[in-house]
């Protein structure tokens, strides 16, 4: 049995469950109890050929009840897998939708009450769900139309602290556009990346970066130091999704403002690539004392490489940078007298 506000997706999502169950080789029927919205009886009809989905209703009924009667012994008669009950969110007030909602319950003794809420309302969708869970025992919840809104995830983490469990989503308006709600899968696709997994690896390539500068701040830098560095940051690819999530003072500090950037960001990867064949192919001896690297060490590791050795000089650049920064840092903490 649906249930829900006018306009949350009731009849729609009906539709979309009996396709999905359909799908997996069940027979399934759908009753339109609706006797308010002009056109739920057409509405639903015409939904549950599209799906082959059995149908029943009565046109122009007024009392739900007696249609639901007569629905159920028609499916029966049927010989149905599953029952789908859509029922009408259009009333005068909430009391009456509630208390309409109940007297179908208690006729249908349902296995299942299916809650349809709109995502579009963000997080009212708690005090929505805690409303209809004082009339009838809320069993699950379609979350709908979250192609359509920016408040997809404040409706969700709000359905979520109401204690009702979400086992579908609708995420579109073609009856095929239906998913099972699966949390791991949907915190990946809001944070844009692939899956968990990997934002977990993303962090801890973080955390191997702050630890890395913790040891350069200490003065232990060279160029494998860099090479380290370069290697935790690579991991953590085009970052910009996450990086809205974490406090910047996380990061190293020349990355800050690029990393913010995607355009900025997917030019300093290049870079970083760059920068990992030119340390490929340097001599360990050259990676522990960059200092011995002259012009003709300089040409060897380009062509190694396969880049300029403008890049090769840029590297090193970066290097002093870092190790005059280290320097001051050092000198400076001298000075505080820590
Ligand atoms: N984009 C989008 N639109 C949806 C989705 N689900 C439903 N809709 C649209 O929302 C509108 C209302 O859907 P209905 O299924 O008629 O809603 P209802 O709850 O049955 O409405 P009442 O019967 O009046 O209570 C329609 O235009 C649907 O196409 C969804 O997942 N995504
Ligand atoms: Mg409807």
Same mark, same amino acid.
Not at 3 to 23: C, D, P
């Given at each position: 049995?649906?249930? $829900?506000?006018?306009?949350?997706? !009731?009849?729609?999502?009906?539709? !979309?469950?009996?396709?999905?169950?359909?799908?997996?080789?069940l027979r399934v029927g /759908? #009753?339109?109890?609706?006797?308010?919205?002009?056109?739920?009886?057409?509405?639903?009809?015409?939904?549950?050929?599209?799906? &082959?989905?059995?149908?029943? $209703?009565?046109? &122009?009924?007024?009392?739900?009840? @007696?249609?639901?009667?007569?629905?159920?012994?028609?499916?029966?008669?049927?010989k149905v897998d599953?029952?789908? #009950?859509?029922?009408?969110?259009?009333?005068? &007030?909430?009391?009456?939708?509630?208390? *309409?909602?109940?007297?179908?319950?208690?006729?249908?003794?349902?296995?299942?009450?299916?809650?349809? #809420?709109?995502?579009?309302?963000?997080?009212?969708?708690?005090?929505?769900? *805690?409303?209809?869970? !004082?009339?009838?025992?809320?069993?699950?919840?379609?979350?709908?139309?979250?192609?359509?809104? @920016?408040? @997809?995830?404040?409706?969700?983490?709000?359905?979520?602290?109401?204690?009702?469990? %979400?086992?579908? #989503?609708?995420?579109?308006?073609?009856?095929?556009?239906?998913?099972?709600?699966?949390?791991? !899968?949907?915190?990946?696709?809001?944070?844009?990346?692939?899956?968990?997994?990997?934002?977990?690896?993303?962090?801890?390539?973080?955390? *191997? *970066?702050?630890?890395?500068?913790?040891? %350069?701040?200490?003065?232990?830098?060279?160029?494998?130091?860099?090479?380290?560095?370069?290697?935790?940051?690579?991991?953590?690819?085009?970052?910009?999704?996450? /990086?809205?999530?974490?406090?910047?003072?996380?990061?190293?500090?020349?990355?800050?403002?690029?990393?913010?950037?995607?355009?900025?960001?997917?030019?300093?990867?290049?870079?970083?690539?760059?920068?990992?064949?030119?340390?490929?192919?340097?001599?360990?001896?050259?990676?522990?004392?960059?200092?011995?690297?002259?012009?003709?060490?300089?040409?060897?590791?380009?062509?190694?490489? $396969?880049?300029?050795?403008?890049?090769?000089?840029?590297?090193?650049?970066?290097?002093?940078?870092?190790?005059?920064?280290?320097?001051?840092?050092?000198?400076?903490?001298?000075?505080? $007298?820590?």
């Open positions: 049995m649906l249930i $829900g506000v006018e306009g949350s997706g !009731k009849t729609t999502s009906a539709a !979309k469950l009996a396709r999905f169950y359909i799908k997996r080789n /759908l #009753i339109e109890t609706d006797t308010y919205r002009p056109g739920a009886y057409h509405q639903l009809k015409q939904l549950a050929e599209k799906v &082959n989905a059995l149908f029943y $209703g009565e046109e &122009n009924s007024k009392d739900p009840i @007696a249609i639901l009667r007569h629905g159920l012994e028609y499916m029966q008669r049927n599953l029952i789908i #009950i859509d029922t009408a969110g259009r009333h005068r &007030n909430e009391e009456e939708l509630l208390r *309409e909602a109940k007297a179908i319950y208690d006729e249908a003794k349902p296995d299942e009450i299916m809650l349809v #809420i709109d995502a579009t309302i963000g997080r009212q969708a708690a005090a929505q769900t *805690e409303a209809f869970m !004082k009339y009838v025992p809320i069993h699950s919840v379609f979350l709908t139309k979250m192609d359509s809104t @920016a408040k @997809a995830g404040g409706a969700l983490t709000s359905v979520i602290k109401s204690g009702a469990r %979400i086992k579908f #989503i609708g995420v579109g308006e073609d009856v095929d556009e239906v998913e099972v709600f699966d949390a791991n !899968k949907y915190v990946s696709r809001l944070l844009g990346m692939g899956d968990l997994e990997s934002l977990i690896e993303r962090i801890r390539a973080i955390e *191997e *970066e702050s630890k890395i500068m913790e040891e %350069i701040e200490e003065g232990k830098i060279n160029l494998l130091t860099i090479k380290r560095q370069i290697d935790s940051l690579m991991k953590l690819g085009p970052l910009s999704k996450i /990086l809205e999530l974490l406090p910047t003072s996380m990061l190293p500090m020349q990355y800050r403002a690029v990393m913010l950037d995607e355009e900025k960001m997917s030019n300093a990867q290049e870079m970083l690539r760059r920068w990992r064949y030119i340390l490929d192919s340097m001599t360990k001896n050259e990676l522990l004392n960059p200092d011995i690297i002259n012009a003709s060490r300089i040409r060897r590791i380009a062509k190694g490489a $396969g880049v300029t050795p403008k890049d090769v000089k840029e590297l090193l650049n970066y290097y002093q940078l870092m190790k005059r920064m280290v320097n001051q840092i050092k000198k400076s903490r001298r000075r505080l $007298g820590s």
